[in-house]
T-cell receptor, first 113, second 114 residues
Framework: AQSVTQLDSQVPVFEEAPVELRCNYS??????LFWYVQYPNQGLQLLLK??????LVKGINGFEAEFNKSQTSFHLRKPSVHISDTAEYFC???????????FGKGTLLTVNP | NAGVTQTPKFQVLKTGQSMTLQCAQD?????MSWYRQDPGMGLRLIHY???????DQGEVPNGYNVSRSTTEDFPLRLLSAAPSQTSVYFC?????????????FGSGTRLTVV
C-alpha cells in the first residue's frame, strides 16, 4: 500500500522568508502527486499537481514543487511567504489505476509578522 | 456556482442515532469519495464511487454506508453514531479516477457525537 509522509507537522516562519514543506511517498509504480491547502474552517483547495513531464511544477499563489523520483519526494516551496499563506498543507498521492487518493497527515504553516 | 455541496455544515448527534450526510456535485464527475479529517491524522478515505451504482470501501469504512443512485449524489449514512465518529467529513469529486484533474472538495460537515 502506498503511504505519504509529511516530515514536519508544524512550520513557523516569518513573513517574506522562504519556506519548504517536505513530503515523501512510498510506491513502486508511477504515481500522481498533489499538494492541497486548507485555510481555517474551509475545505481543501488544489495548490498544484505533478502528473508527468517537467519535474518542477508551478501552482497557485507562487508555490512550486519538485518531483524527485530517486528520492521519492515532492517538496513544496515558496521563496517569500505572506501572512495569508498561514494554513494547513497536505501532500497526496494517487497511484496508477488505483482509485484512492492517499493523504499525508498535514503540515501547519504559520507565518508570523 | 459549480462545485461540491455538502449539507449540513454542522450536526450534533446522540450516541446510537443515525443520520445521512448529503453530498451533491454539478460537474458531471464520475468519481466521488468521502473522507474524514481528524487532528494529526490527515484525511482518511471512508468510501468511494467510480460511477452510478458502483461503490467500494476505503481505509475506514466501518460504521458507514454509501450508495450512488445518480451521478450527482453520494450520501454517507451513519448507521448508529458513536463518539469515535466525531470528525469533520469531506466529500470530493473528480472527472478522473486518478485525480488527474485534481479533486474538488466540499466545505465539510462538522459532526459531533455525544
Amino acid at each position: 500500500a502506498q503511504s505519504v509522509t509529511q516530515l514536519d507537522s508544524q512550520v513557523p516562519v516569518f513573513e517574506e522568508a522562504p519556506v519548504e514543506l517536505r513530503c515523501n511517498y512510498s510506491s513502486s509504480v508511477s504515481v500522481y502527486l498533489f499538494w492541497y491547502v486548507q485555510y481555517p474552517n474551509q475545505g481543501l483547495q488544489l495548490l498544484l499537481k505533478y502528473l508527468s513531464g517537467s519535474t518542477l511544477v508551478k501552482g497557485i499563489n507562487g508555490f512550486e514543487a519538485e518531483f524527485n523520483k530517486s528520492q521519492t519526494s515532492f517538496h513544496l516551496r515558496k521563496p517569500s511567504v505572506h501572512i495569508s499563506d498561514t494554513a494547513e498543507y497536505f501532500c497526496a498521492v494517487s497511484k496508477g489505476s488505483n482509485y484512492k487518493l492517499t493523504f499525508g497527515k498535514g503540515t501547519l504553516l504559520t507565518v508570523n509578522p | 456556482n459549480a462545485g461540491v455541496t455538502q449539507t449540513p455544515k454542522f450536526q450534533v448527534l446522540k450516541t446510537g442515532q443515525s443520520m445521512t450526510l448529503q453530498c451533491a456535485q454539478d460537474m458531471n464527475h464520475e468519481y466521488m469519495s468521502w473522507y474524514r479529517q481528524d487532528p494529526g491524522m490527515g484525511l482518511r478515505l471512508i468510501h468511494y464511487s467510480v460511477g452510478a451504482g458502483i461503490t467500494d470501501q476505503g481505509e475506514v469504512p466501518n460504521g458507514y454506508n454509501v450508495s450512488r443512485s445518480t451521478t450527482e449524489d453520494f450520501p454517507l449514512r451513519l448507521l448508529s453514531a458513536a463518539p469515535s465518529q466525531t470528525s469533520v467529513y469531506f466529500c470530493a469529486s473528480s472527472y478522473s479516477s486518478q485525480g488527474v484533474g485534481g479533486y474538488t472538495f466540499g466545505s465539510g460537515t462538522r459532526l459531533t457525537v455525544v
